[in-house]
T-cell receptor
Framework: DQQVKQNSPSLSVQEGRISILNCDYTNSMFDYFLWYKKYPAEGPTFLISISSIKDKNEDGRFTVFLNKSAKHLSLHIVPSQPGDSAVYFCAAISNSGYALNFGKGTSLLVTP | ETGVTQSPTHLIKTRGQQVTLRCSSQSGHNTVSWYQQALGQGPQFIFQYYREEENGRGNFPPRFSGLQFPNYSSELNVNALELDDSALYLC?????????????FGPGTRLTVT
């Protein structure tokens, strides 16, 4: 049972524009939501997270928005750069949990 | 500070064989989790070890087993390999088990079962 869903397998964006990656979840017990970035032949690298008590968290070019009532979060990358091309995974975990629950990932391609 | 390391990088095994994968946690981290990432899927939680004890397990059969050593490094053992076990196996460490929301991943071991 997939508790975290990323419904867009791929996304292509021009350099300099905004990239918006979306994620939906079904488990209302999740307290933390994370985005990981993965390059081929490497492990996932932590990008940014948000606690369920917040609705927005920013870190440089990356902003994550959380809409708890809709059980939806999104990652905004502004401006997008070619080096951002990677697979992005959304993950969620409850406060007392130990397992990260991942979506299937969205492959982002930023073209010059 | 040394990050999470895994060995070997790649491995090819035959159906029915057994395999052992190794992981060294990030310096100071006492909790290690293992994940399986099949092609086109997100990582799936296998189990977590905290101070040499299994702290939680995902939906994987008993032929997936693990160990954690006093230095917090860990092994993942898979017996009676099946073709569907072909995947990238990821190890992640966290400072403490109650900080599992901060997991740092290694580069993974690519296992191919033929």
């Amino acid at each position: 049972d997939q508790q975290v869903k990323q419904n867009s397998p791929s996304l292509s964006v021009q350099e300099g524009r905004i990239s918006i990656l979306n994620c939906d979840y079904t488990n209302s017990m999740f307290d933390y939501f994370l985005w990981y970035k993965k390059y081929p032949a490497e492990g996932p690298t932590f990008l940014i997270s948000i606690s369920s008590i917040k609705d927005k968290n920013e870190d440089g070019r990356f902003t994550v928005f959380l809409n708890k009532s809709a059980k939806h979060l999104s990652l905004h990358i502004v401006p997008s750069q070619p080096g951002d091309s990677a697979v992005y995974f959304c993950a969620a975990i409850s406060n007392s949990g130990y397992a990260l629950n991942f979506g299937k990932g969205t492959s982002l391609l930023v073209t010059p | 500070e040394t990050g999470v390391t895994q060995s070997p990088t790649h491995l090819i095994k035959t159906r029915g064989q057994q395999v052992t994968l190794r992981c060294s946690s990030q310096s100071g981290h006492n909790t290690v989790s293992w994940y399986q990432q099949a092609l086109g899927q997100g990582p799936q939680f296998i189990f977590q070890y905290y101070r040499e004890e299994e702290n939680g397990r995902g939906n994987f059969p008993p032929r997936f087993s693990g160990l954690q050593f006093p230095n917090y490094s860990s092994e993942l053992n898979v017996n009676a390999l099946e073709l569907d076990d072909s995947a990238l196996y990821l190890c992640a460490s966290s400072l403490e088990r109650w900080r599992s929301y901060e997991q740092y991943f290694g580069p993974g071991t690519r296992l191919t079962v033929t």
